[in-house]
Nanobody, 123 residues
Framework: QAQLVESGGGLVQAGGSLRLSCAASGRTFNRYAMGWFRQAPGKEREIVAAINGSGGSTYYADSVKGRFTISRDNAKNTLYLQMNSLKPEDTAVYYC????????????????WGQGTQVTVSS
C-alpha cells in the first residue's frame, strides 16, 4: 500500500527557511506528477507547488513564487519543498500529494496524501 510521509516542518521566524521532505513507500511515483498543498486554519486546502514526473517542469502558486522551490529525487522516491523568506501567512499544515494518472505537471487529480506536517511562522 502506498504511503507518503512528510517531515521537516516546525516553528520558524519570519524571513527564515525550512525544507520539507516527502518520502514515498509502497510504490514508486517517479513517472508521475507530485505536489505540495497546504491548509491554514479556517481555510480550504490550496496547492502550493507541483512538479512533473521527470522534475523538469514545475508550477507555483503566485503567493510562493520566488520563495519556494519544489524538487524531487526519483532515485530516492522523495519529494522536497525548499521554503525561503517565510512569512506568517505561510503558516499551515503542509501535505505531500501524489497521483498515478499524469506525468505532466498538474494541480488536480491527486489521490495519495501524506498525513501533513505543521509549519508555523512567527512574526
Amino acid at each position: 500500500q502506498a504511503q507518503l510521509v512528510e517531515s521537516g516542518g516546525g516553528l520558524v521566524q519570519a524571513g527564515g527557511s525550512l525544507r520539507l521532505s516527502c518520502a514515498a513507500s509502497g510504490r514508486t511515483f517517479n513517472r508521475y506528477a507530485m505536489g505540495w498543498f497546504r491548509q491554514a486554519p479556517g481555510k480550504e486546502r490550496e496547492i502550493v507547488a507541483a512538479i512533473n514526473g521527470s522534475g523538469g517542469s514545475t508550477y507555483y502558486a503566485d503567493s510562493v513564487k520566488g520563495r519556494f522551490t519544489i524538487s524531487r529525487d526519483n532515485a530516492k522516491n522523495t519529494l522536497y519543498l525548499q521554503m525561503n523568506s517565510l512569512k506568517p501567512e505561510d503558516t499551515a499544515v503542509y501535505y505531500c500529494a501524489a497521483q498515478t494518472r499524469y506525468s505532466i505537471v498538474t494541480t488536480t487529480g491527486y489521490n495519495y496524501w501524506g498525513q501533513g506536517t505543521q509549519v508555523t511562522v512567527s512574526s
